[in-house]
Every structure is written in structure tokens, then in C-alpha cells.
């Protein structure tokens, strides 16, 4: 097959195409023939060796569209031809064939669900204790009638500390239904936009719904607000009862891009922000900051967290990791530092991942949130597109085209 490889990390310009053999789907996996792969901020930080050496010829891309080529043993419910969107968390999007576990590949129209392998309860091999923050629930403690978990500066709830319904995507019951009991499917989403989706959407979901626990009234704060996971998360937080949402961004065209394609209140400049975030909630602050960018950016963030807030942190694209924090912000107004990371929640907790893919791509298919593809390049191109994100140019998100053979209308 024809792959975007790289075998040593760098720059841009590692990125190759090359002729790799057709891989195998293993036990509870689907080989999936890619259409579209997403371009992700974290295939940059692949490349340049943020997640260690390449070993020989990598392939990098953690999302992908196709239509499924092959089953692994034990993988029932879809059949050869299905169109999927799929995580992919080891990678390999960005080749003409991709393998994906069953667990994180999600049918697109007129396909059933795929039933996961026996023995699937959600629970890795290292871990059978509940994800605390990202587990549901179940077990909070009555209050005594007329208790209402309000603060007397506030009439808002303050999520984390009464007791949660789980929120969408978090009751185990609810892991593969909806509400009214149907299906979770993301029957909506053609192949273009479902190959920019499975990544962004469940990461944008579970940061908000997972670590943030965001509830009905919190007012929210989304940093790199244009880009892939910054427009999913804005719409995903209003879907899930955001009252207010404000972004952040580096650049005035970014600003007015952001605020017409994702429903943001207000847009900011990165530079001062907590000034105009302050001006624009009366001084409260808000309840929620999705921060992925770092550095100063999250420093300046705690000046905007309101009592009870929760600022999320999932990743360090200002590429500042050694940044110190203060602690005493957070415990004096009751507020919590809360952290991210699919990839390790894929592995210790892959049915949460599962549901909250599940949730966030319903969402899409209903047309509450809306993936902007903006650009689209050949797999040739890839090196091309990596230039486009690893400079911050990048708005909405950006698709490699790797094989319309099949027809792309689902
Ligand atoms: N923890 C997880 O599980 C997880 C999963 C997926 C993504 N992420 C993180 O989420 C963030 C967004 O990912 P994405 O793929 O959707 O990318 P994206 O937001 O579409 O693009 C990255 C954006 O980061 C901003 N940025 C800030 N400082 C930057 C710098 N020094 N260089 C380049 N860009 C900079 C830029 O927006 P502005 O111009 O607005 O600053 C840029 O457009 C990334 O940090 C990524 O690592 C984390």
C-alpha cells in the first residue's frame, strides 16, 4: 500500500511517501481501506518525537474514514464494504489501509453497530479500578432536602462537588443508546468529514464532558478556539448546556473565522485575554477553560476561573511543558486543575473513550455540531499539510484525500 512515512523524526520534510505492505487486522480489530485521514496537532508532535523514536518506517494518524476492508477474529456487526469513521491510537492513518480497533470504529449510515468481542467491559489489563472524574457517578451522597448544592455568591450548581447524573456518554448503561433508547450512530456524516472527526469529536467531548464534568448553566473558555478540536469542543459544550462560550486565538482572521463557523459568543485575541474574558463576564470569569495551547496561556488562565472552575489541560501546543503552576489558586476558591489524554484513557478505560465517540458523533449526525473541513490534500501532500498546523495557520480541520475509489456520498 501507499503510506506518508517517516523514519527519522524532524521537520516537515521526513514525511515520504513510500510502499509499505498491506497490514493485518489482529483479534477485535478491522482493517479499515482509508478515504479521508484528519490532520492532527498530535501527528506534528509525532513527528517531531514528542511520543519517541520512530522504529523504522512509521506511520503516523490518529483518525480516519474508509470502509471496512477485513475483520479480525471476534469483530462481528459490520461486514466488508461498511463505511466507518475510526480513532486510530496507534496510528496509521495516513495510508491506503489502517487497522482500528473495533471498540473505536463507529459505522456511518445504514450500518449497524458493531458489536464488540466478548470479554469487551471497558476495563485494560493494568487498571480494574473506576476512572475516577472520568467514570460515572453513580453513588453521590443524598443531600438533605430543600439542599439545592447552591453557594450563596452563585445561583449555579457547582459541578464536581453536588452529585452528577453522569452527563451524556458517562452511565455505562448508556455506553451504545440513546436517550429514547436508539442506536447511537453517526448516521449523518459523510466520508469527508467523518475522516476529520473521530478524534477531535471524542476528544472535545470527553475533555469537556470526562475531565471539565461540564453542567447544564457552566459558562466556558476555549483556547486554540479555530482549529480542529476547539470548534467541535465550542459546539459540543453549548450542546451539553454551556450557557456562554467565549474562544481564544492567535490571529484577528482567526477570531472572526471562529465566532461565524462554531457559535462562540465572543472571540479573543491569545494576548490579554483575561482582561476582555473579565470584561465580558462582568468580572466572574467562567466555569470551564479548555486549555490545549500552555506556557503563559495557562498561567493567565487561572485569572479567569471562576470559584468552582475547572481548568482542563490536554495538550502543550505553545510547547512550554515544564511550565510550574501555582496551587494556591486552585484550593483557596474551591477550583480544580484536571488533565487529558485519549490515548492513555484508550488504553485504562477504552469503553468511556467508546461512549463518549459514541455521544459526540451522534451529535455530528444530528447537525448540534458541525466538523468545518477547510482544506483537503493528497496523501502525497501530507508534509504540505503538517507545514499548514505545526505553523498555526490551520482553521477548522484539514483532510488528506487518500482513496475516493469508493463512492464518497454515504
Ligand atoms: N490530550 C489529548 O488527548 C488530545 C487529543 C487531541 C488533540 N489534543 C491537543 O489539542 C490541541 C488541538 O489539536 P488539533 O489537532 O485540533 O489542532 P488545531 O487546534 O487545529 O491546531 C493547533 C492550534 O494550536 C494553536 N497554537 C498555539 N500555539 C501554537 C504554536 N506555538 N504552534 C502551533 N500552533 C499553536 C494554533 O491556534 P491559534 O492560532 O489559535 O493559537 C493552532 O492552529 C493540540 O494541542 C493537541 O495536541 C490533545
Same mark, same amino acid.
Given at each position: 500500500m501507499r503510506a506518508s512515512a517517516f523514519k527519522v523524526t524532524g521537520g516537515p520534510e521526513v514525511l515520504r511517501l513510500v510502499d509499505l505492505p498491506d497490514p493485518e487486522p489482529g483479534p477485535g480489530e478491522i482493517l479499515i481501506r482509508v478515504a479521508y485521514a484528519g490532520v492532527n496537532y498530535g501527528e506534528i508532535q509525532h513527528r517531531l518525537g514528542d511520543f519517541g523514536e520512530p522504529d523504522g518506517e512509521t506511520v503516523t494518524g490518529l483518525e480516519a474514514s474508509g470502509r471496512v476492508a477485513a475483520l479480525g477474529e471476534g469483530v462481528t456487526g459490520v461486514s466488508i464494504g461498511d463505511p466507518v469513521t475510526a480513532y486510530l491510537p496507534d496510528g496509521g492513518g495516513y495510508a491506503e489501509y489502517a487497522v482500528a480497533p473495533a471498540a473505536f470504529t463507529f459505522p456511518l449510515a445504514g450500518a449497524p453497530a458493531v458489536r464488540l468481542p466478548d470479554g469487551f467491559d471497558g476495563r485494560a489489563g493494568d487498571s480494574d479500578r473506576p476512572q475516577g472524574g472520568f467514570a460515572p457517578? #453513580?453513588?453521590?451522597?443524598?443531600?438533605?432536602?430543600?439542599?439545592?448544592?447552591?453557594?450563596?455568591?452563585?445561583?449555579?450548581?457547582? #459541578?464536581?462537588? #453536588?452529585?452528577? /447524573?453522569?452527563? $451524556?456518554?458517562?452511565? $455505562?448503561?448508556?455506553?451504545?443508546?440513546?436517550?429514547?433508547?436508539?442506536?447511537?450512530?453517526?448516521?449523518?456524516?459523510?466520508?469527508?468529514?467523518?475522516?476529520?472527526?473521530?478524534?477531535?469529536?471524542?476528544?472535545?467531548?470527553? %475533555?469537556?464532558?470526562?475531565?471539565?464534568?461540564?453542567?447544564?448553566?457552566?459558562?466556558?473558555? @476555549?483556547?486554540?478556539?479555530?482549529?480542529? @478540536?476547539?470548534?467541535?469542543?465550542?459546539?459540543?459544550?453549548?450542546?451539553?448546556?454551556? /450557557?456562554?462560550?467565549?474562544?481564544? %486565538?492567535? /490571529?484577528?482572521?482567526?477570531?472572526?473565522?471562529?465566532?461565524?463557523?462554531?457559535?462562540?459568543?465572543?472571540?479573543?485575541?491569545?494576548?490579554?485575554?483575561?482582561?476582555? @474574558?473579565?470584561?465580558? /463576564?462582568?468580572?466572574?470569569?467562567?466555569?470551564?477553560?479548555?486549555?490545549?495551547?500552555?506556557?503563559?496561556?495557562?498561567?493567565?488562565?487561572?485569572? @479567569?476561573? #471562576? $470559584?468552582?472552575?475547572?481548568?482542563?489541560?490536554?495538550?502543550?501546543?505553545?510547547r512550554h511543558p515544564d511550565l510550574q503552576l501555582p496551587v494556591l489558586p486552585i484550593w483557596k476558591n474551591n477550583r480544580t486543575l484536571t488533565g487529558y489524554n485519549i490515548g492513555d484513557l484508550a488504553r485504562r478505560a477504552p469503553a468511556t473513550v467508546r461512549a463518549h465517540g459514541l455521544s459526540a458523533l451522534a451529535l455530528a449526525a444530528s447537525g448540534a455540531v458541525r466538523i468545518d473541513v477547510t482544506e483537503e490534500y493528497a496523501l502525497a501532500d501530507a508534509a504540505e499539510a503538517h507545514r499548514l498546523l505545526g505553523e498555526g495557520r490551520n482553521r477548522g480541520k484539514v483532510v488528506l484525500a487518500v482513496d475516493q475509489t469508493s463512492p464518497s456520498g454515504v
Open positions: 457517578v #453513580a453513588s453521590a451522597l443524598p443531600l438533605p432536602d430543600g439542599f439545592e448544592g447552591r453557594t450563596s455568591d452563585s445561583d449555579r450548581r457547582p #459541578a464536581g462537588f #453536588a452529585p452528577s /447524573t453522569g452527563g $451524556p456518554g458517562l452511565a $455505562p448503561s448508556a455506553v451504545d443508546r440513546l436517550p429514547d433508547g436508539s442506536d447511537r450512530r453517526p448516521d449523518g456524516l459523510d466520508l469527508r468529514t467523518a475522516g476529520g472527526a473521530a478524534l477531535v469529536l471524542t476528544t472535545a467531548y470527553g %475533555v469537556l464532558a470526562g475531565a471539565a464534568r461540564i453542567a447544564p448553566g457552566d459558562t466556558v473558555l @476555549v483556547h486554540a478556539a479555530a482549529g480542529g @478540536v476547539g470548534g467541535a469542543a465550542a459546539q459540543l459544550a453549548r450542546a451539553l448546556g454551556a /450557557t456562554e462560550v467565549y474562544g481564544t %486565538v492567535g /490571529t484577528p482572521e482567526k477570531a472572526e473565522y471562529a465566532r461565524r463557523s462554531f457559535g462562540y459568543d465572543e472571540v479573543f485575541a491569545r494576548e490579554g485575554f483575561p482582561e476582555a @474574558v473579565l470584561a465580558a /463576564t462582568s468580572g466572574r470569569g467562567v466555569d470551564i477553560v479548555l486549555d490545549p495551547v500552555g506556557g503563559p496561556t495557562r498561567l493567565a488562565s487561572f485569572e @479567569v476561573l #471562576a $470559584p468552582f472552575g475547572r481548568l482542563a489541560v490536554y495538550g502543550e501546543a505553545a
